[in-house]
């Protein structure tokens, strides 16, 4: 049998130097020399797996780019395939070809043979693409079907929108909602729209910024699936008239999923959005942001100064929030005390003060910022300067010593001074207090298996203003092309573009005489300010995004 050092340098993927240096490491830890290998960094675990069914003659396969045959997949059970990690993927004759990560599971193997009835040949694939695919094939569609069937059978005989039919654990009311949350985990769903229509129940998904139509549900379970996702989120289910806000945690592979939940009456029902909240984004660092050194730089020499304003600006949905917690992520220590106060609190972060606005109860933003001012905070986080009033405690708080962050809507960072001025802020405290304003959209991240090289034609087709020198030779890109890996969309995540603006003294005289916020962004720029058009296009360049998702966040 060949040596697994043999087979990864004919493969290239590793050097005789590196592999020196690996088996001495090795017998330094008395490990296996692949997994000496895997840990070094040398090489991946993918490419371990190939090298190892190189070694024992076995058909190594990506699942990424392999054409699934939905037809196997459907022979063999969901659960089945999660439990022994292995997926059906090919039916030759009387052969059913079955990717997994340990060939070797025997236990496997007779499992599927017994619930077939046909030969199996098991081929090796990576245990994370076994574990991916099986997400993305072993999907819950022909189960939502067959709970629809049973959904509209119990429509005959009793009424779904009931209390009592929504509580049992084993209702398909109950195991319908329980799957269309899953799903939308599993396909990484930022929101769930579940949305009334005359004659059926739309459902769609918020994938990478963008809404993706599922399988629409029949109209006989509205009732049922909005009176059991209320009860979930401790919400009242006989108020239908308002709108209404609850919170709710389900368990989906081990982790605590947290959902905010909110109801609004239309004319055909109650349409139900989902918030899923990653908890992991409460723990990202600015680097992982996609924030390029320059404006890493120009960001950090201001949040790191003990006191002072910094706005986070754009539309909703552009990742405001996600870049203030990064932000605290970076600054927050034992010794210092830091207060939030948000609407709603979205992340729980452990070691910082977090509160939640009720107006209801009189705790506004502005009276909220009032009373944590007397509790000593270092560093305030303030959900969204809405009104003039919570505007200007925030600009005292940053001149007494404070370091607030907050977020605006505004287009771009020179706006926000403008904003600021409009809310009838005295325009020598805007100047003052203001440290930097970051401007922000998400765009969507090309799919990093199929992304393709296209070199740009004609300087047509460069966006305007993003710093491109005519005359200069024409730069090679990627765009979208659009594999099962990415569903089909040429996407897979998304990164933020950044506008990041420092107030200089020539910026915060030009506040003090309230000019435009066109006059601003000409200083801004004097000063090396780069737009959201120039980082997009930086990030085009280096292949992050496509010059077409740049252009549809940035306008």
Not at 184 to 201: C, G, Y
């Amino acid at each position: 049998m060949k040596q697994l050092g043999a087979i990864l340098m004919e493969d290239g993927v590793l050097t005789e130097d590196q592999l020196m240096d690996a088996i001495d490491e090795q017998r330094s830890r008395g490990a296996s020399l692949g997994r000496t290998l895997v840990e070094m960094g040398m090489i991946s675990e993918g490419q371990l797996v190939r090298a190892l069914a190189n070694q024992v003659g076995m058909e190594f396969v990506e699942l990424g780019d392999f054409p699934v045959d939905r037809a196997a997949v459907a022979l063999v059970p969901d659960t089945v395939c999660r439990r022994h990690a292995a997926l059906p993927i090919q039916i030759d004759g009387d052969i059913l070809k079955i990717a997994m990560s340990n060939p070797g599971n025997v236990v496997a193997v007779d499992d599927i043979r017994t619930i077939t009835r046909m030969q199996i040949l098991p081929v090796v694939a990576s245990h994370d693409d076994v574990l991916n695919a099986i997400d993305r094939y072993c999907r819950s569609d022909a189960e939502l079907s067959e709970l629809q069937g049973a959904i509209n059978e119990e429509a005959d005989a009793a009424d779904l929108s009931d209390m009592s039919t929504a509580v049992e654990d084993d209702a398909p009311i109950v195991r319908f909602v329980n799957l269309l949350i899953t799903q939308a985990i599993q396909d990484r769903a930022s929101d769930i729209h579940i949305e009334p229509q005359e004659r059926d129940v739309r459902v769609r998904y918020r994938i990478d910024g963008v809404l993706h139509e599922m399988q629409n549900a029949p109209k006989a379970i509205q009732g049922g699936v909005i009176s059991r996702i209320k009860i979930m989120a401790d919400i009242d289910i006989a108020e239908r008239r308002k709108p209404q806000d609850g919170r709710l945690s389900v368990s989906h592979n081990g982790k605590k999923v947290d959902l905010r939940v909110a109801t609004l009456p239309t004319v055909w029902g109650e349409k139900v959005v989902m918030r899923i909240l990653d908890n992991s984004t409460a723990t990202l660092e600015l680097e992982d942001l996609g924030i390029r050194q320059k404006n890493y730089e120009a960001y950090s020499k201001n949040f790191t100064k003990p006191y002072g304003m910094i706005l986070v600006t754009g539309p909703t949905g552009s990742g405001k929030s996600t870049t203030l917690y990064a932000t605290l992520n970076q600054i927050a220590r034992p010794e210092i005390n830091v207060i939030t106060v948000e609407d709603p609190v979205e992340y729980r972060i452990p070691g910082i003060n977090q509160v939640q606005v009720n107006p209801k109860a009189g705790l506004t933003f502005a009276s909220a910022l009032r009373s944590i001012l007397r509790a000593d905070p270092d560093v305030v986080l303030l959900g969204e300067v809405r009104d003039g009033e919570t505007a200007q405690i925030a600009i005292e708080a940053a001149l007494t010593g404070h370091l607030v962050l907050s977020t605006l809507h505004t287009n771009d960072a020179p706006s926000a001074l403008t904003r600021l001025i409009e809310m009838d802020i005295e325009p020598f405290l805007v100047g003052s207090a203001v440290d930097c304003v970051v401007a922000q959209r998400l765009a969507r991240r090309l799919c990093s298996h199929c992304a393709v090289q296209y070199q740009i034609e004609s300087e047509a087709e460069i966006p305007v203003n993003v710093g491109w020198v005519p005359g200069t030779p024409l730069p090679t890109v990627l765009r979208p092309e659009g594999c099962q890996r990415c569903s089909g969309t040429g996407y897979r995540g998304r990164v933020a573009l950044h506008e990041v603006m420092s107030i200089n003294e020539e910026i915060e005289r030009l506040a003090v005489a309230r000019a435009s916020s066109a006059e601003i962004a000409r200083a801004a720029h004097e000063n090396g300010m780069e737009t959201l058009l120039m980082d997009g296009w930086a990030k085009v360049l280096d292949g992050t995004t496509s010059v077409e998702e740049l252009l549809r966040v940035v306008k």
